[in-house]
Protein backbone atom coordinates (compact mmCIF):
# COMPACT_ATOMS: atom_id res chain seq x y z
CA UNK A 1 0.00 0.00 0.00
CA UNK A 2 1.36 3.19 -0.81
CA UNK A 3 1.17 6.75 0.66
CA UNK A 4 -1.41 8.76 -1.57
CA UNK A 5 -0.76 12.21 -2.27
CA UNK A 6 -3.23 14.00 -0.56
CA UNK A 7 -1.91 11.94 2.43
CA UNK A 8 1.61 13.84 1.54
CA UNK A 9 0.06 17.06 1.38
CA UNK A 10 -1.84 16.24 4.58
CA UNK A 11 0.90 14.91 6.84
CA UNK A 12 3.06 18.01 5.84
CA UNK A 13 0.27 20.60 6.45
CA UNK A 14 -0.24 18.95 9.76
CA UNK A 15 3.89 18.59 10.36
CA UNK A 16 3.81 22.67 9.32
CA UNK A 17 1.29 23.33 11.51
CA UNK A 18 2.72 21.50 14.63
CA UNK A 19 6.34 23.02 14.54
CA UNK A 20 5.11 26.50 13.91
CA UNK A 21 2.08 26.13 17.43
CA UNK A 22 -0.59 27.47 15.13
CA UNK A 23 -4.26 26.80 14.81
CA UNK A 24 -6.01 25.74 11.81
CA UNK A 25 -7.42 28.63 11.69
CA UNK A 26 -4.19 30.82 12.41
CA UNK A 27 -2.64 28.70 9.90
CA UNK A 28 -5.55 29.91 7.34
CA UNK A 29 -4.86 33.02 7.68
CA UNK A 30 -1.14 33.10 7.19
CA UNK A 31 -1.74 31.76 3.97
CA UNK A 32 -4.91 34.25 3.17
CA UNK A 33 -7.44 30.79 2.92
CA UNK A 34 -10.59 29.46 4.13
CA UNK A 35 -10.08 27.49 7.51
CA UNK A 36 -11.90 24.66 6.10
CA UNK A 37 -9.52 24.44 3.09
CA UNK A 38 -6.98 23.66 5.36
CA UNK A 39 -9.37 20.95 7.36
CA UNK A 40 -9.60 19.28 3.86
CA UNK A 41 -6.48 19.13 3.28
CA UNK A 42 -5.30 18.20 6.34
CA UNK A 43 -8.07 15.16 6.11
CA UNK A 44 -6.74 14.43 2.95
CA UNK A 45 -9.96 15.10 0.95
CA UNK A 46 -8.32 17.67 -1.26
CA UNK A 47 -4.74 19.06 -1.73
CA UNK A 48 -3.18 22.37 -2.34
CA UNK A 49 -3.36 23.64 -5.87
CA UNK A 50 0.47 23.81 -7.53
CA UNK A 51 1.53 27.77 -6.59
CA UNK A 52 0.19 26.99 -3.11
CA UNK A 53 2.21 23.62 -2.75
CA UNK A 54 5.14 26.05 -3.55
CA UNK A 55 4.42 28.21 -0.38
CA UNK A 56 4.19 25.38 1.61
CA UNK A 57 7.39 23.78 1.08
CA UNK A 58 9.16 27.16 1.66
CA UNK A 59 6.89 27.48 4.66
CA UNK A 60 8.60 23.57 5.37
CA UNK A 61 11.67 24.46 4.23
CA UNK A 62 11.97 28.13 6.08
CA UNK A 63 10.56 25.97 8.96
CA UNK A 64 13.67 23.08 9.21
CA UNK A 65 10.90 20.49 8.18
CA UNK A 66 12.82 18.17 5.28
CA UNK A 67 10.40 17.18 2.68
CA UNK A 68 10.31 14.31 0.28
CA UNK A 69 11.12 16.72 -2.73
CA UNK A 70 14.23 17.67 -0.97
CA UNK A 71 15.69 14.06 0.14
CA UNK A 72 14.53 12.79 -3.60
CA UNK A 73 16.61 15.84 -5.06
CA UNK A 74 19.44 14.84 -3.07
CA UNK A 75 19.77 11.25 -4.06
CA UNK A 76 18.94 12.16 -7.77
CA UNK A 77 21.90 14.01 -7.81
CA UNK A 78 24.00 11.68 -6.57
CA UNK A 79 27.07 10.72 -7.67
CA UNK A 80 27.23 7.72 -5.81
CA UNK A 81 24.92 4.49 -6.14
CA UNK A 82 22.10 5.68 -4.36
CA UNK A 83 17.71 4.65 -4.01
CA UNK A 84 15.54 5.81 -1.75
CA UNK A 85 12.62 3.53 -1.17
CA UNK A 86 9.38 2.99 0.95
CA UNK A 87 8.74 0.05 2.88
CA UNK A 88 6.69 -1.44 -0.29
CA UNK A 89 9.37 -1.36 -2.46
CA UNK A 90 8.42 1.64 -4.13
CA UNK A 91 11.52 3.57 -5.74
CA UNK A 92 11.04 6.93 -5.30
CA UNK A 93 14.59 8.41 -6.10
CA UNK A 94 17.51 6.98 -7.63
CA UNK A 95 21.02 8.13 -8.77
CA UNK A 96 22.38 7.94 -12.26
CA UNK A 97 24.79 5.63 -11.09
CA UNK A 98 22.41 3.62 -9.46
CA UNK A 99 20.78 2.08 -12.43
CA UNK A 100 17.35 2.00 -11.30
CA UNK A 101 14.28 3.86 -12.50
CA UNK A 102 12.04 5.77 -10.23
CA UNK A 103 8.48 5.20 -9.73
CA UNK A 104 8.86 1.43 -9.82
CA UNK A 105 9.44 -1.55 -7.53
CA UNK A 106 12.66 -2.48 -6.69
CA UNK A 107 11.87 -5.81 -7.21
CA UNK A 108 10.65 -5.64 -10.80
CA UNK A 109 14.26 -4.01 -11.83
CA UNK A 110 16.00 -6.76 -9.68
CA UNK A 111 17.90 -9.32 -12.23
CA UNK A 112 16.53 -12.39 -11.43
CA UNK A 113 19.46 -14.51 -10.15
CA UNK A 114 19.56 -11.53 -7.12
CA UNK A 115 15.75 -11.66 -6.57
CA UNK A 116 16.95 -14.23 -3.68
CA UNK A 117 19.06 -11.69 -2.14
CA UNK A 118 16.69 -9.02 -2.31
CA UNK A 119 13.92 -10.97 -1.00
CA UNK A 120 16.77 -11.99 2.02
CA UNK A 121 17.12 -8.61 2.64
CA UNK A 122 13.50 -7.62 3.11
CA UNK A 123 13.04 -10.12 5.36
CA UNK A 124 16.28 -9.63 7.45
CA UNK A 125 15.32 -4.78 7.62
CA UNK A 126 11.50 -6.43 8.67
CA UNK A 127 12.88 -8.68 11.79
CA UNK A 128 15.74 -5.63 12.52
CA UNK A 129 12.39 -3.32 13.35
CA UNK A 130 13.60 -1.19 10.73
CA UNK A 131 10.26 -0.29 8.98
CA UNK A 132 9.14 0.44 12.70
CA UNK A 133 11.77 2.95 13.40
CA UNK A 134 13.75 0.53 15.71
CA UNK A 135 16.85 0.94 13.64
CA UNK A 136 18.65 3.94 12.22
CA UNK A 137 21.40 2.11 10.48
CA UNK A 138 21.43 -1.51 8.85
CA UNK A 139 24.48 -3.01 6.62
CA UNK A 140 24.22 -5.84 4.67
CA UNK A 141 26.80 -8.10 2.97
CA UNK A 142 26.01 -11.12 0.57
CA UNK A 143 28.11 -13.34 -1.41
CA UNK A 144 27.25 -13.61 -5.35
CA UNK A 145 29.83 -15.08 -8.01
CA UNK A 146 32.81 -15.16 -5.31
CA UNK A 147 32.54 -11.45 -4.40
CA UNK A 148 30.93 -9.40 -1.38
CA UNK A 149 28.55 -7.11 -2.03
CA UNK A 150 27.30 -4.65 0.39
CA UNK A 151 24.86 -2.14 0.92
CA UNK A 152 24.48 0.63 4.16
CA UNK A 153 20.67 1.53 4.47
CA UNK A 154 19.84 4.40 6.45
CA UNK A 155 16.32 5.11 8.24
CA UNK A 156 14.62 8.49 6.87
CA UNK A 157 11.65 9.80 8.39
CA UNK A 158 9.69 12.48 6.73
CA UNK A 159 6.28 13.44 8.33
CA UNK A 160 6.04 9.90 10.10
CA UNK A 161 6.77 8.22 7.40
CA UNK A 162 9.99 5.77 7.13
CA UNK A 163 12.08 5.67 4.27
CA UNK A 164 15.11 3.62 3.53
CA UNK A 165 18.40 5.50 1.98
CA UNK A 166 20.23 2.77 0.20
CA UNK A 167 23.96 2.78 -0.82
CA UNK A 168 25.01 0.64 -2.97
CA UNK A 169 28.46 -0.57 -2.74
CA UNK A 170 29.17 -2.79 -5.42
Not at 26 to 53: C, H, K, N, Y
Not at 70 to 98: E, G, H
Not at 102 to 119: D, K, S, Y
Not at 143 to 149: F, G, V
Request: proline residues 4%.
Amino acid sequence: MKQSSSQYWATLIKSLRDSLQISQNQFSERLDIDQATVSRWERGITEPQFEMRKILHEMASHAGLATLEDLTNIVNFSPFPMILVDRWQKVYAASMSSGIKTNQPITNQTPPEEQAFLQNFAEQLESAGFWEGGCRKFDYAFHADAETRLAVVISITIHGDIYALVQKAW
